[in-house]
C-alpha cells in the first residue's frame, strides 16, 4: 500500500485559496449580470425592428 504525502497547508494559505475562489465567483456573477442586461436591450430592439417591418 502506498501513502502519498499530504501538503500542509497554512491558515494563511487556505484563506488566500478561499477568498480567491469567492472572488471568481463575485466576477462571473458581476459579468452574468453585465451581459444579461445586455442582452436584454438586445432582443428589446430585436423585437421592436420585427414590429416595425411586419
Partial sequence: MTTTPKRCY???DFSDLINSSLQKLERRKEAQQH???LLAVLRQ???SYRQRRA
Fill in 10 to 12: 497554512s491558515v494563511e
Fill in 35 to 37: 451581459y444579461g442586461s
Fill in 45 to 47: 430592439q430585436v423585437d
